[in-house]
């Protein structure tokens, strides 16, 4: 998880809210937060999709699949096993 995590953090941090030097917990809400809208939700699908080789699914694209980081990464490392 903490290599996902970091790449995802530092990716989100500094692509999608243009703020590189903000540090991410695994527990922080992003979507429905306000945090990433749905714009930036898309293009971290095909990030995630791009650099983990995983597929996310147009419908899993909201918060009640993965809200916060720490289920993102979840997600990930389920759909690699």
């Known amino acids: 998880m903490d290599d ?3 790449t995802l953090s530092r990716h989100i941090a500094a692509h999608i809210l243009k703020q590189p ?3 991410l917990r695994a527990d ?3 979507i429905s937060s306000g945090l990433i809208d749905s714009f930036n939700l898309v ?3 095909l990030y995630v999709e791009d650099s983990f080789n995983v597929r996310i699914d147009d419908s899993e694209l909201n918060a009640d699949t993965f809200d916060t980081l720490g289920e993102l990464v979840e997600l990930i490392d389920a759909r690699r096993a």
Request: hydrophobic fraction near 40%; avoid cysteine.
């Open 43 to 45: 293009d971290l699908a």
């Open 28 to 30: 922080e809400a992003l």
């Open 4 to 6: 996902t995590f970091t």
């Open 21 to 23: 030097n903000r540090s």
